[in-house]
């Protein structure tokens, strides 16, 4: 009952978040003062985190439930439209912020979209959260030998090395985090969509950078689909 609940109340809250975003694009459009704009910045990221949040509790939810990520591939449709609409998502909710992207991706690869959307929102929003503010946050999507490869990568404080091995666990958080940050489902998620396609989620940290990297054989799909029975 409890994990229905929470499923049933996340799409619920869909809705509403929905109008928010509408009015706010909506008003945005209008001639803003300075003031208002930030203002609009902040409310668009805010909608943009509870968004994130709500699909994270829905996802874990539905895991617990016994339906674990489920996947609709397209093996048709580019992938870079796709990490660039979420990266423009995430810079306007955080203009402050420099995101750099760069993208290699001259094959098409069957991946589910929104999926992949969602695990790159995720990675963003941990390094905007506990990434240096001054130097900018680094995306770097390419196909080369048969291998997807997706990073985010952000300067500032190492992970501590404790917390590492527990970082893709469930309500897990880094070390000095607090409850604002969210509720620690965010790279737990992300590995969780990383191991439905195939692939897997990495990190990498120390002095210079942490660098999350997701890793998956192009041809994952395929060599799933001849090996079932």
């Given at each position: 009952m409890r994990e229905q609940f929470i499923a049933v109340l996340g799409h619920d809250l869909r809705n509403p978040i929905a109008s928010i975003g509408g009015g706010i694009n909506i008003l945005s459009?209008?001639?803003?003062?300075?003031?208002?704009?930030?203002?609009l910045n902040i409310l668009r990221g805010s909608v943009l985190r509870m968004s994130a949040l709500i699909d994270n509790v829905m996802d874990f939810a539905r895991g617990r439930l016994g339906g674990g990520i489920a996947l609709t591939r397209d093996?048709?449709?580019?992938l870079a439209p796709t990490l660039e609409q979420v990266v423009s998502e995430i810079q306007s909710g955080h203009p402050e912020r420099k995101i750099v992207a760069q993208y290699d991706l001259a094959d098409v690869v069957p991946?589910?979209?929104?999926?992949?959307?969602?695990?790159?929102?995720?990675?963003?929003?941990?390094?905007?959260?506990?990434?240096?503010?001054?130097?900018?946050?680094?995306?770097?999507?390419?196909?080369s030998d048969g291998?997807?490869?997706?990073?985010?990568?952000?300067s500032g404080d190492p992970i501590p090395e404790q917390s590492l091995s527990k970082l893709f666990q469930p309500f897990k958080r880094g070390e000095g985090s607090s409850?604002?940050?969210?509720?620690?489902?965010?790279?737990?998620?992300?590995?969780?969509i990383a191991e439905a396609h195939g692939g897997k989620l990495d990190v990498q940290s120390d002095e210079s950078e942490t660098r999350f990297v997701f890793r998956m054989p192009v041809d994952a799909h395929a060599a799933a689909m001849d090996s079932a029975p």
């Open positions: 459009r209008e001639l803003q003062s300075e003031k208002s704009k930030r203002v093996g048709e449709s580019p991946v589910d979209h929104q999926r992949i959307a969602q695990m790159l929102s995720n990675l963003l929003g941990n390094a905007v959260t506990h990434g240096s503010p001054t130097e900018p946050i680094r995306v770097d999507a390419s196909i291998l997807l490869k997706l990073s985010v990568a952000n409850s604002l940050q969210g509720l620690g489902l965010g790279l737990y998620i992300a590995s969780q």
